[in-house]
T-cell receptor
Framework: AQSVAQPEDQVNVAEGNPLTVKCTYS??????LFWYVQYPNRGLQFLLK??????LVKGSYGFEAEFNKSQTSFHLKKPSALVSDSALYFC????????????FGAGTRLFVKA | GAGVSQSPSNKVTEKGKDVELRCDPI?????LYWYRQRLGQGLEFLIY????????KSGLPSDRFSAERTGESVSTLTIQRTQQEDSAVYLC??????????????FGPGTRLTVL
């Protein structure tokens, strides 16, 4: 069965510092991996995805994520956090060899302090 | 339209009533998903449509929940005999199949359902 774990309910970081939001997954086949962000009073927005190819994926707003097959991880990173990055971040996985269901993690709330 | 739209934005109903939620996907998007997001929780997959067929209904929580889609257009999620535990935000997303945007889901603003 597919599953996604976001081990941190909340991440606090100072503006200008690097940030990492963690995600690990479990699928039986090859994964499609995604990060989405939910800003207050706004809908979910796509940030980036890994389908195949380079393990380091670059996305919107300066975010990037690294696919690590051996550790089954897909951590979201940004070199320098902004206050405006404060939001709820969701990691998601789909097993592209076994159906269409996309499983979302429980979400990690990121607080960036000025 | 430019994005995914959902209606109504808010729905308050009494326990035992039926409700119908509507989703208008991005034009040309073959794939359509419904999710449920309870307060403070992540997204719970409900159903996936490819065109007007639903090859994955595995997330529908009970037979009170059903969904249909007309062609590659509007979808409706119906909840019969609503219960208080059905209170949540119901999100719809659409995506294209094939090309660089494949599997990228574009979400609507959601319908907030409150069952009294």
């Amino acid at each position: 069965a597919q599953s996604v774990a976001q081990p941190e309910d909340q991440v606090n970081v100072a503006e200008g510092n690097p940030l990492t939001v963690k995600c690990t997954y479990s699928v039986s086949g090859n994964p499609y991996l995604f990060w989405y962000v939910q800003y207050p009073n706004r809908g979910l927005q796509f940030l980036l995805k890994y389908i195949t190819g380079d393990n380091l994926v670059k996305g919107s707003y300066g975010f990037e994520a690294e696919f690590n097959k051996s550790q089954t991880s897909f951590h979201l990173k940004k070199p320098s956090a902004l206050v405006s990055d404060s939001a709820l971040y969701f990691c998601a996985v789909r097993d592209h060899t076994g159906g269409f269901k996309t499983i979302f993690g429980a979400g990690t709330r990121l607080f960036v302090k000025a | 339209g430019a994005g995914v739209s959902q209606s109504p934005s808010n729905k308050v109903t009494e326990k035992g009533k039926d409700v119908e939620l509507r989703c208008d996907p991005i034009s040309g998007h073959t794939a359509l998903y419904w999710y449920r997001q309870r307060l403070g929780q992540g997204l719970e997959f409900l159903i996936y449509f490819q065109g007007n067929s639903a090859p994955d209904k595995s997330g529908l929580p009970s037979d009170r929940f059903s969904a249909e889609r007309t062609g590659e257009s509007v979808s409706t999620l119906t909840i019969q005999r609503t219960q208080q535990e059905d209170s949540a935000v119901y999100l719809c997303a659409s995506s294209s199949i094939g090309g660089p945007s494949t599997d990228t889901q574009y979400f609507g603003p959601g319908t907030r359902l409150t069952v009294l």
